[in-house]
């Protein structure tokens, strides 16, 4: 274990106030993504909430990871976060009408922040490595900047084409670690503190869940309680908690336990943002789906309605997968069986009431969640 490691053990740090003020941000992004999404229920709308998803936790993110690694002297990440908050509450503001007339407004402090935030990193970076790593992402984040700008200045299909290719650019160099040729990133022996950070990571999926539990009270507000309407928000309710449950039951007690072992502590902070990141996204679909189907709990369901209702837990279990596969003691069959489950679930539901498509959903849900409740149990025996 590195110096920093095990300097974290006997020092443990929990996440300053400043850093939790900073997520709050993002719940006005999760409430603004989500009514987009709900608004534009088709493919386009799932790309652009998509685009807009990545660009507002590459900014979470990245601002998170700096300030985990430059922590020597509290005011300075706390200055650099409060700047950062200002532009991306002006950036999230943005996000309604980022595709028709105020793409500037969406991308300017998104530049702002992406490329400030780079090189505030590289000025104080912890040491040689880190300011070579920040170095190679100032490249990624030039060439992302390029496709952003040009994408602002065209209509709404050119700009869902350049913006795409920067998401996308911007989600590899993330899940890459931002190598160039004959230039990658060597974290083996890099000082980061993971556990710290899955600490920041947990605590922001947390803000997620709470906008899908704020989305399910909207819409059963607006649709009126009866009965239908009452089952629909249980079943949504249901299906949150167990998405909670899956959080906070096996990510937190696995993966710490293996950190204590783990050399490699910037792969792990790596494989968190991935996790997050897809999670995320699984959460905000979800959302949209307790939204649509609250609301209109008669009859058949469209295929529009369908989809984010089985696509949501689906990716977030997949985003799930991702991080835990890391982990010597995470059994995946439960997640592939529960993904095959939810695809089985989703195929019947087209030929059955919208209300027994998401009380499927949300039992598939909640079996994974005792499964891995069981799974804990029987760890703790064991030890």
Not at 153 to 170: K, Q, Y
Request: net charge negative.
């Amino acid at each position: 274990m590195n110096e920093r490691a095990r300097k974290t053990d006997e020092t443990r740090e929990e996440a300053a106030p400043i850093e939790l003020f900073f997520d709050l941000v993002f719940v006005f992004a999760f409430i603004q993504l989500s009514h987009h999404l709900a608004a534009h229920l088709n493919w386009h709308g799932v790309a652009e909430t998509a685009i807009m998803l990545v660009a507002v936790l590459t900014v979470w993110s990245g601002t998170s990871w700096s300030a985990t690694i430059i922590r020597d002297d509290r005011a300075r990440p706390t200055l650099a976060v409060l700047l950062i908050m200002v532009l991306g509450l002006m950036m999230n503001a943005a996000i309604a009408h980022a595709f028709d007339k105020h793409a500037w407004a969406l991308i300017i402090p998104l530049l702002l922040i992406e490329v400030g935030r780079t090189l505030w990193t590289i000025a104080f970076a912890p040491d040689s490595d880190y300011r070579n790593h920040y170095l190679r992402t100032l490249m990624w984040t030039l060439f992302c900047a390029v496709l952003w700008i040009i994408g602002a200045m065209l209509g709404p299909d050119g700009r869902l084409l350049f913006w795409g290719v920067a998401t996308i650019t911007a989600f590899a160099g993330i899940w890459t670690g931002h190598p160039l040729p004959g230039n990658r990133l060597h974290s083996a022996q890099m000082p980061f503190d993971a556990k710290y950070f899955l600490e920041r990571c947990s605590l922001f999926l947390l803000i997620a869940l709470g906008e899908t539990v704020i989305s399910t009270g909207f819409a059963l507000s607006e649709a009126g309680l009866s009965t239908r309407t009452i089952f629909a928000g249980v079943c949504a309710f249901l299906g949150t908690t167990a998405m909670w449950a899956i959080i906070f039951g096996v990510n937190l007690d696995i993966s710490e336990e293996h950190l204590e072992k783990a050399t490699d502590q910037v792969r792990i902070g790596r494989a968190a943002v991935n996790s997050v990141i897809l999670m995320v996204a699984g959460l905000i679909l979800s959302a949209v789906a307790n939204q649509v189907l609250i609301s209109d709990t008669y009859g058949d369901a469209p295929i529009s309605h369908l989809l984010p209702l089985v696509a949501g837990p689906v990716i977030f279990l997949f985003g799930h997968y991702s991080f835990m596969r890391l982990m010597p003691d995470f059994r995946a069959q439960r997640h592939v069986l529960g993904i095959i489950a939810l695809v089985a679930a989703g195929l019947l539901a087209i030929f059955l009431p919208a209300l027994t498509g998401m009380a499927m959903v949300s039992a598939v849900m909640v079996l994974i969640a005792l499964f891995d409740r069981t799974k804990l149990s029987d760890l703790s025996n064991s030890n």
